[in-house]
């Protein structure tokens, strides 16, 4: 087992995560509005969506997200997922309380959050194809099927710190900001996940007319 290539693919799997995109706008606003746990369960959702991408192209069932119609769909409802949750992110920055508001949002749904944008974004999926895909083939030529499980974990492990870093980071700022920096980093991030939103959209119906 070579201990520099399972170092290298945590590093993979933290510059996997880093990239500021809807989760972590999504991390960063719960984080920040709730606290370590709300931000950290969102990275959760969106690390067992990855994991759920990892299995399917380790099996090699990605060929069905080749189908047009599959793929119209996904920049659609994803579309609408991140344009709802940015929405709904600016609505709420006139109602942040400056006190610690742990517990007020559901950790469910705060979960459901991180995995429906993460398993309905076309770009998680092409992400993932593109970058696992090309690793999962290298590691089998070069040190066999045996290892993948063990490579692979180490890119989840890399995510999974990622998580942990947002969350505490996030929640750590809070006792230093007051009302008006809240809600500014609030709405920025709605306006993020909208601006995504609106993306998603316009690929989904433009490969409609297609």
Request: contains cysteine; glycine residues 10%; hydrophobic residues 55%.
């Amino acid at each position: 087992m070579n201990v520099s290539l399972l170092v290298s693919y945590i590093f993979l799997g933290l510059t996997l995560a880093a990239p500021i995109g809807p989760v972590n706008s999504a991390r960063l606003d719960k984080g920040i509005k709730n606290g370590f746990w709300h931000a950290w369960i969102v990275g959760t959702g969106s690390m067992i969506a990855d994991a759920i991408f990892m299995l399917l192209i380790y099996l090699g069932l990605v060929n069905f997200l080749d189908m047009p119609i599959i793929q119209i769909f996904l920049w659609l409802f994803g579309g609408f997922v991140l344009i709802y949750s940015g929405i709904e992110c600016i609505l709420k920055a006139n109602h942040i309380d400056l006190a610690f508001s742990r517990g007020k949002e559901s950790m469910l749904k705060c979960f459901l959050t991180g995995f429906i944008m993460s398993i309905s974004s076309p770009l998680s999926i092409l992400f993932w194809l593109g970058i696992y895909g090309s690793v999962l083939a290298k590691t089998a030529s070069n040190y066999g099927r045996a290892d993948l499980l063990i490579y692979s974990s180490m890119i989840f492990l890399g995510l999974a710190l990622w998580d942990i870093f947002v969350a505490a980071i996030t929640s750590g700022f809070r006792r230093f900001l007051n009302y008006g920096s809240l809600r500014a980093i609030s709405i920025l991030s709605g306006l993020s996940l909208l601006g995504f939103g609106v993306y998603f959209g316009y690929q989904g119906i433009k490969a409609v007319f297609l």
